[in-house]
């Protein structure tokens, strides 16, 4: 089982900038690739950006330029650097972590951009 905490979310203007957090724990040996969606309200969740073990990174065309993810091993924490937020950026986002037969969730944390 792994286990992931987000945190990070918060209210911010148009503009402005936040990193979230995602820490793992559990059996992440099984882990290859980890990442961040989003759920905007009322509408379906997206990916955001995903890393890879190898530090391969991608990223949804709307966030490129502006959003920023990366990994600290040693650590177990998968970070996104959120610069340039505008208030289409708001939602719920969500860490994940994939292993060859699963994905595994976490509770998600609050991101609203409004003036």
């Known amino acids: 089982q792994v286990q992931l905490v987000e945190s990070g979310g918060d209210l911010v203007q148009p503009g402005g900038s936040l990193t979230l957090s995602c820490a793992a724990s559990g059996n992440l040996s099984v882990i290859t690739t980890m990442g961040w969606y989003r759920q905007p309200p009322g509408n379906q969740r997206e990916l955001v950006a995903t890393i890879s073990r190898r530090g391969t990174t991608a990223y949804l065309d709307s966030v490129k330029g502006r959003f920023t993810i990366s990994r600290d091993n040693a650590k177990n924490t998968v970070y996104l650097q959120l610069n340039g937020l505008n208030p289409e950026d708001t939602a719920v986002y969500y860490c994940?972590?994939?292993?060859?037969?699963?994905?595994?969730w976490g509770q998600g944390t609050q991101v609203t951009v409004s003036s």
């Open positions: 994940i972590a994939r292993s060859l037969v699963r994905a595994y």
